[in-house]
C-alpha cells in the first residue's frame, strides 16, 4: 500500500493469483547489489589524477562512465543477461579510505505473477549515488517482471547512480518484461547516473505471443558513454535518448532497427566496421545517427595515407585523391567502388606533438531486407586535422542493400 516498502536484496516473489503496488509504495533494490569495488563492472579509481582522487562509474547494462579527465580512471564494463536478468549492479570505483566510498549497485527483483501486476508505485533496483568525494556511482541492477497482464501508470526502473564531483556515473542496468497483456502506461527505465554520464542499460519486452522482443536503449536524453547490444539470436533495436549502442560482436542480426532522435549507433572500442544485417526494415529518424567517424586508420596510416614533410601533411586518399600539402602529395586512391569496405586512410602529420585528428572513416555494411529509411545520418567520414599543419583522413566505407530506399537524410 501507499508508504509502505518491500526492501530486496536478491529476491525472487511469486504470485499465484494478483499483486498490486499502490501509488506511493514500492519493492525496491536499490544500491543492495555491489558495493566496495566488487562486481563484474566495478569501476576504476585513480589518485593524483589532473582532476584529483576520482572512480569510474559501475558496468551492467551500460558501461560505467570514466571519472574526471583521467581516462584510468575508467568505468567499468557490461555484463549479464538481457531477457533475463537476475545479476547485481557493480560498484563505482573509489580509493580503500572507508572516508571515499562509492556508489553501490542495484540489486536483483524477480516478479512472477500469474495474475495482473498493477504497478502503480515503484519497482525499483537503481544504483547508488557515490558518498565519497570523487568516487563513481554504482550501476542500476536487475527488474525482471513476468506477469499475466501488466498494469498501472507507475515505475519500473534500473538507473545507474551519479558519481560524487568528477566521479563517473553508474551505467543503466536491466530491465526485463514479459506477459501476456502489456497494459502498462507508466515510466520504464534504465538510464546511465552521473556528472560524467553513464551508458543506458538495456529494457527487453515480449508478449507471450511474439517471437521475437524488442530491446530499447534509451538514456532519458543524456548522451553518456556507449551500451554493448547483441548475444540474442534475433530481436528489434530501438536506440534514442542520448543512448549510444553499439554490437557486442564483429557482426548483428536484427528483426527490426529504429534510430530515433538522440540515438547514436556506432562501433565499440577497438572496432572499425559496423556490420549489420536487418530482416525486415530500418529507419533512422531525423536527429539520429548510424556512424563510425574516425573509426578508420590512424594519422599517417593505410594505403592512401597522407604525406608528411617539412612537418606539413597532406590529405588522405581513398574514393578520391587526398589534397596536397605545401610540400607533398595528397594520398592516393584505393579500394572497390560498387563493394566498398576498406577503411578510410590517415592524413599526414603535421607539426608538434599529436594531439588526435587525421582519422580515416571506417566503414558500415548495413543489409536490409524490407525498407531503409534515413532521414537522419548515415555517415564514414574522415576526421579534421588537429595537429599544426596535419592532413585530413579520408573518407571510409557506406555499403548499403535494401528493398527499398527513402527517406531525406544525409549518406
Not at 10 to 24: E, I, R
Not at 56 to 69: L, P, V
Not at 99 to 111: D, E, H, I, K, T
Not at 113 to 126: K, M
Request: one cysteine or more; glycine letters at 30%; proline letters at 3%.
Amino acid at each position: 500500500t501507499s508508504n509502505a516498502w518491500v526492501v530486496v536484496s536478491n529476491q525472487v516473489l511469486t504470485v499465484t493469483s494478483n499483486a498490486t503496488v499502490q501509488a506511493g509504495g514500492g519493492i525496491i533494490a536499490d544500491g543492495t547489489g555491489y558495493g566496495g569495488n566488487l562486481g563484474n563492472g566495478a569501476g576504476k579509481y585513480i589518485s593524483g589524477s589532473p582532476t584529483g582522487n576520482v572512480g569510474g562509474g559501475g558496468g551492467y547494462g551500460g558501461n560505467g562512465a570514466s571519472g574526471g579527465s583521467n581516462t584510468l580512471a575508467y568505468g567499468g564494463n557490461s555484463y549479464g543477461s538481457v531477457t533475463a536478468p537476475t545479476a547485481y549492479g557493480s560498484s563505482g570505483g573509489s580509493s580503500s579510505s572507508v572516508s571515499l566510498p562509492p556508489g553501490a549497485g542495484g540489486g536483483a527483483v524477480r516478479m512472477n505473477v500469474t495474475g495482473t501486476l498493477l504497478v502503480n508505485g515503484r519497482i525499483s533496483a537503481n544504483g547508488g549515488t557515490a558518498p565519497g568525494q570523487g568516487s563513481g556511482g554504482g550501476s542500476g541492477g536487475s527488474v525482471w517482471l513476468t506477469a499475466g497482464t501488466l498494469a498501472g501508470a507507475g515505475v519500473i526502473s534500473a538507473n545507474g547512480g551519479a558519481g560524487n564531483g568528477w566521479g563517473g556515473g553508474g551505467g543503466g542496468g536491466r530491465v526485463a518484461l514479459q506477459y501476456g497483456v502489456n497494459a502498462f502506461e507508466g515510466t520504464v527505465s534504465a538510464c546511465g547516473g552521473g556528472y560524467a554520464v553513464g551508458g543506458a542499460g538495456t529494457i527487453s519486452t515480449k508478449a507471450n505471443s511474439q517471437t521475437t522482443g524488442q530491446v530499447l536503449v534509451d538514456n532519458c536524453g543524456r548522451s553518456g558513454t556507449n551500451t554493448p547490444v547483441g548475444g540474442l539470436t534475433l530481436f528489434d533495436l530501438v536506440i534514442r535518448g542520448g543512448a549510444v549502442a553499439h554490437p557486442s560482436s564483429p557482426s548483428l542480426l536484427l528483426s527490426n532497427l529504429v534510430i530515433n532522435s538522440g540515438g547514436v549507433f556506432t562501433c565499440g572500442q577497438g572496432q572499425t566496421n559496423l556490420d549489420v544485417e536487418v530482416l525486415r526494415n530500418a529507419t533512422i529518424d531525423a536527429g539520429g545517427i548510424m556512424a563510425v567517424d574516425g573509426r578508420g586508420f590512424t594519422a599517417g596510416v593505410g594505403p592512401g595515407a597522407g604525406g608528411s614533410s617539412h612537418s606539413i601533411g597532406s590529405g588522405a586518399g581513398y574514393g578520391g585523391n587526398g589534397g596536397a600539402s605545401s610540400w607533398s602529395p595528397g594520398g592516393g586512391t584505393y579500394g572497390s567502388a560498387p563493394e566498398p569496405v576498406d577503411w578510410g586512410s590517415g592524413g599526414g602529420l603535421g607539426y608538434g606533438a599529436a594531439t588526435g585528428g587525421s582519422e580515416g572513416g571506417g566503414a558500415i555494411r548495413l543489409t536490409v531486407g524490407g525498407a531503409l529509411t534515413v532521414n537522419g545520418r548515415l555517415s564514414a567520414s574522415g576526421n579534421a586535422g588537429m595537429q599544426d599543419d596535419a592532413g585530413g583522413g579520408s573518407g571510409g566505407s557506406v555499403w548499403l542493400s535494401a528493398g527499398a530506399l527513402a527517406g531525406a537524410g544525409t549518406i
